[in-house]
């Protein structure tokens, strides 16, 4: 093991430092704008019309959660877009480390991150804490505010290239919409009868208190077959 000055441990500690809150600063900043284009669309539904269609019946709510996290409520569903505090450098073995533009400069594999779950309403109103939700899509933007997304169908469709795709506000708002878009068409489906067939005392007493038995969007079903994901296009040149 060869050794290193303390200067260099110092500058190595320093840069690497400096590098991981430049993208935390950069990530915090992506998830105001995603809250902000959010509360933009929540205003915009309720100004739109269609024939025969009262838009107070079908809410469209924004609940902030906190400084890393928010919730778009619509239907029967919610979404939950939640920052990750810490930083993390995509993988060797991903596809994306063979590209040039990482190539050219390994910082630019450094990344925070964004996670979009999928929830049923249902789950938090009447407190079915054994409920799962799903990941639909997962968003990285590095220091230069680049960004690729991980996900299902229509999410994983919004990006082509990490070097020249920029976390602006109009890619946020195709993300939020895209994201929308995905979980109305991702329906519940009534699961097989073998998997629901039993029930325990539990679940039964808890149903009486208005709680339901487990419920998830594809219970008995493997959910990763049921959309494909996507992980996108990404140039070697």
Same mark, same amino acid.
């Given at each position: ?14 840069? *690497?430092?400096?590098?991981? %809150?430049?993208?935390?600063?950069? /990530?915090?900043?992506? +998830? ?6 959010? *509360?933009?669309?929540?205003?915009? &539904?309720?100004? /739109? ?8 019946? +079908?809410?469209?709510?924004? %609940? ?7 919730? #778009? ?30 190539? @050219?400069? /390994?910082?630019? !594999?450094?990344?925070?991150? #964004? ?23 997962? #968003? ?18 919004? &990006? ?11 890619? +946020?708002?195709?993300? +939020?919409? !895209?994201?929308?878009? &995905?979980?109305?068409?991702? @329906? ?8 629901? %067939? ?7 007493? #808890?149903?009486?208190?208005?709680? !339901?038995?487990? /419920? ?22």
């Amino acid at each position: 093991m060869m050794n290193i000055s303390n200067e260099e441990l110092f500058n190595k500690i320093f840069q *690497k430092g400096s590098l991981k %809150q430049d993208i935390y600063q950069i /990530t915090l900043e992506s +998830i105001r704008t995603f809250k902000k284009e959010a *509360k933009k669309l929540v205003k915009e &539904y309720p100004k /739109t019309h269609g024939q025969n269609m009262d838009r107070s019946r +079908i809410p469209v709510t924004f %609940q902030d959660r906190g400084e890393f996290e928010f919730e #778009l409520r619509f239907g029967g569903d919610i979404l939950l877009f939640i920052m990750h505090t810490n930083i993390f450098e995509i993988p060797r073995n991903h596809e994306i480390r063979n590209t040039r533009y990482i190539k @050219d400069d /390994t910082e630019r !594999s450094y990344c925070g991150m #964004l996670h979009i779950y999928n929830f049923l309403a249902d789950s938090f109103k009447y407190g079915r804490e054994d409920d799962a939700g799903y990941l639909i899509g997962r #968003l990285m933007v590095n220091k230069e505010n680049h960004y690729f997304i991980e996900g299902k169908k229509e999410i994983g469709m919004i &990006y082509h290239h990490f070097e020249n795709s920029i976390l602006d506000k109009e890619a +946020i708002q195709q993300i +939020i919409s !895209s994201a929308m878009e &995905y979980t109305v068409n991702f @329906d519940l489906l009534i699961p097989p009868y073998e998997a629901v %067939q039993i029930i325990s005392v539990a679940d039964l007493q #808890l149903s009486y208190r208005g709680r !339901s038995l487990r /419920t998830a969007k594809r219970m008995g079903f493997k959910f990763q077959a049921d959309k494909k994901e996507v992980k996108g296009m990404h140039s070697n040149e």
